[in-house]
């Protein structure tokens, strides 16, 4: 078990190899890895004036004289913009920023890489996206926390999980970052939305354009085959679909954050010594 | 959501003095396999400044998490200080506790944490 930390993108990605691999080769993977996501980086950043990305919003470049894969994923954007009803939208801010997107797209490439190499066990969890293959060790699922967006030291979900994706898009990481495509405004009736699905890049974009309807976002996720959703609004109620009930950990969380568990400043005789 | 004001919680400085007067926190070159390790994490920067954990491990098992070093050059940085460090160990230990992997939709100051822990935890078991 070695996790390995790779600083790209303007975050750090966590590599979680549990194959047992000689350190050699968990280095080797590792470095394949943080190539893709400098390869990614260079090419998709909207902080890089010679990005591709950058270039093609400022019109310097046809979509046309693009690489192939950048060509690709604007596509695949467009797609996924129909399938929200319009709310993952690359272009909302007036800019060409396929960000959201992209994240989630390279961590499950990265993740294909890995199995390539035959590091077939591992977790790769890029600011609370992650994705995960094989088990964390024989016999096991692996464990996934959804850290609780409106309190600070709490945990307000734990699931079980095979083979798969969690992604989280919320207020808590960076504050009101999601515009409403159809109004303009910043996204603030949902503090968070999770998703849980077998690809990352799906999940990742859905949670985002999940976050972006505000209420009625319940009523599109509850309609998704093969994806299990939980959200938490600005006020602390939780919804989840109906397939996340089978996945939700055996544990009782209150027993494992006590701040959780106990109502608020009641009033309790207390033994002095 | 303001880091500095979502917990109720009251909590005191950071408590970087004094170890736990533990049996074993010593001999860094050994003839024999000391039941605890100990061993510090780099100092990682994120938005409010640098932070460093140092961790303890009794074979795999994750037994204290102590912050060697938290933002304080800024009042706000300060503030979150304060309740970041009793935080941070209680979250390190709690998931140790529940056996959990990963943590999806963590916070900027855990997520800097989690860097520094990871790292600290790889120096322990090589």
């Not at chain 1, 590091?119 to 096991?140: F, L, S, V």
């Not at chain 1, 969690?166 to 910043?186: I, K, M």
Request: charge should be negative.
């Amino acid at each position: 078990v070695t996790t390995h930390v790779v600083h790209t993108m303007g975050m750090a990605i966590s590599v979680d190899l549990r194959d047992g691999a000689r350190a050699e080769l968990e280095h080797d993977a590792v470095d394949e890895v943080a190539q893709w996501f400098t390869w990614v980086d260079e090419t998709f950043s909207t902080y890089r004036p010679d990005s591709v990305v950058s270039r093609l919003d400022r019109d310097d470049l046809a979509l046309g004289q693009a690489p192939a894969l950048v060509q690709w994923v604007v596509e695949r954007c467009e797609a996924l913009r129909l399938e929200t009803d319009g709310y993952f939208d690359i272009r909302a801010t007036g800019h060409l920023d396929p960000s959201g997107f992209v994240k989630g797209w390279a961590v499950e490439r990265a993740s294909d890489l890995l199995v390539e190499i035959g590091m077939t066990n591992h977790a790769i969890n890029a600011g609370g996206d992650i994705r995960m293959r094989g088990a964390p060790e024989p016999g096991r699922l692996w464990r996934v926390a959804v850290a609780h967006p409106l309190v600070r030291d709490a945990v307000c979900l734990v699931v079980d999980l095979p083979e798969g994706a969690v992604a989280t898009s919320g207020t808590a990481e960076r504050g009101a970052h999601v515009l409403n495509p159809h109004t303009g405004g910043a996204a603030i009736e949902l503090a968070s939305v999770t998703i849980v699905g077998p690809d990352l890049t799906v999940a990742d974009v859905y949670a985002t354009a999940a976050l972006a309807m505000g209420s009625r976002a319940p009523a599109w996720l509850a309609d998704l085959d093969g994806l299990a959703s939980y959200v938490v609004d600005a006020g602390g109620n939780e919804w989840s679909s109906p397939g996340l009930s089978g996945l939700r950990a055996d544990l009782h969380i209150a027993d494992y954050q006590p701040a959780l568990g106990t109502s608020p400043a009641r009033p309790k005789t207390s033994v002095v010594g | 959501v303001n880091l500095a004001t979502s917990s109720g919680a009251t909590t005191g400085p950071p408590t970087t003095s004094a170890p736990a007067p533990s049996a074993s926190n010593s001999a860094p070159t050994t003839s024999t396999t000391p039941p605890e390790k100990t061993a510090t994490g780099p100092v990682e920067q994120n938005r409010y400044g640098p932070v460093q954990v140092r961790v303890t491990v009794r074979g795999s098992t994750l037994v204290d998490v102590q912050a060697v070093q938290l933002p304080s050059e800024r009042q706000r940085s300060a503030d979150i200080s304060d309740q970041a460090a009793p935080m941070l160990r209680h979250e390190a230990l709690t998931a140790q506790s529940a056996n959990i992997d990963l943590i999806s939709g963590a916070t900027y100051t855990s997520e800097s944490y989690a860097q520094s822990l990871q790292a600290a935890l790889d120096a322990v078991r090589q």
